[in-house]
């Protein structure tokens, strides 16, 4: 089964901007469609984008939409958020998740495997 690691969190000031990736081993990437939660303490996981495995199709809520870009590279085993013009209210730790088959990109069990998660914080 495919292992996930998120990188690139940390404290940033509101509209500033920060990456992260999201790397996977054991398995190929390429053989999942991917997607990035964010999760704040006594809430559920938020659904923030998703990929399919060629990226030619890209999900996104309103909430961030316009904002943050999910990217991949099949080759080097690597999924990326680009998150810009961040908000206080995307404090959260940002979690990865790959599954085979997909059918609702926004809801976290339809995710088989799961990242440890990394810590985002937005100062105001």
Known sequence: QVQLAESGGGLVQAGGSLRL???????PLSSYVMGWFRQTPGKGREFVAGISRN?????????VRGRFTVSRDNAKHTVYLQMNSLKPEDTATYYCAAT?????WNVAREYDYWGQGTQVTVSS
Request: charged share 20%.
């Open 100 to 104: 085979e088959v997909i059918n609702n």
């Open 21 to 27: 990736s999201c790397a996977a081993s054991r398995r």
């Open 55 to 63: 990226s030619i199709s890209t999900y996104y809520p309103d909430s």
